[in-house]
């Protein structure tokens, strides 16, 4: 099956994001990943929740709020509010992983659980059943733009062989890495910097294209 992309806004102009998403959005891409920093679990600082409220408010779409930050517990009530639509927490930032994720269910989102390219897959195996989604980081949080760390893609086919909930892969793809993306198994591709590059509806032909590779 193909992969599904998942554009990542950190990459685009943040002078101009409303209109960035309705672009995006005209080409077909309705969910929109946003990639949430807290300057502690990772160095920079991104997106806050009243930036979710507002786009969603401007431009609609779906929103897949990727949260990396040291006290997830904090934020999910908020994202939650801000008309979030996934939430997914790091594994690494979660003292109580299955408290956070029902937690999620319970604000009626759906609970992902992300792992850094470090942490082994195995971490996931208590929450097979509890997930709604699994976010395999292939580049170590913090910026777009960074290569994709291969030896993560076969923690992408540990989950497919254990688990019904889709895996989404995060970080370094592109052109030259989407079809190894998609030949893992991937069922949901975050694609940030990639997308920027030049223009976006021949971008996403050529995207569309590797991800269609057949599995082999
Ligand atoms: C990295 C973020 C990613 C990032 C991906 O910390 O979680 O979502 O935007 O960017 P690219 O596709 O440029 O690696
Ligand atoms: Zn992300």
Not at 96 to 103: G, S
Not at 121 to 127: A, D, K, R
Not at 132 to 149: A, K, S, Y
Request: aromatic share 4%.
């Amino acid at each position: 099956m193909a992969v599904q992309i998942v554009p990542s806004i950190l990459s685009a102009n943040q002078a101009n994001l409303g209109a960035v998403v309705h672009q995006l959005r005209a080409t077909g891409l309705e969910t929109i990943h946003l990639d949430v920093m807290d300057g502690n679990f990772v160095p920079p600082i991104t997106f806050g929740a009243k930036l979710l409220a507002d786009l969603k408010r401007e431009a609609g779409g779906v929103y897949d709020v990727h949260l990396m930050v040291a006290h997830p517990e904090e934020q999910l009530e908020l994202f939650a509010e801000a008309g979030a639509d996934w939430i997914t927490v790091h594994h690494e930032a979660a003292h109580h992983v299955h408290r956070l994720l029902a937690r999620i269910k319970t604000l009626g989102k759906r609970a992902g659980v992300s792992i850094n390219p470090g942490t082994p897959v195995t971490q996931l195996e208590p929450l097979l059943d509890i997930a709604d989604l699994f976010l395999i980081m292939t580049v170590n949080p913090g910026w777009g733009g960074q290569e994709l760390i291969e030896g993560c893609l076969d923690k992408v086919r540990w989950l497919k062989d254990r688990a019904l909930a889709p895996v989404m892969v995060d970080g370094g793809v592109n052109l030259r890495t989407m079809a190894k993306v998609a030949r893992a198994g991937t069922d949901l591709a975050v694609v940030g910097s990639a997308l920027f590059k030049g223009d976006l509806n021949e971008i996403l032909t050529r995207l569309k294209e590797q991800a269609a590779t057949p599995q082999t």
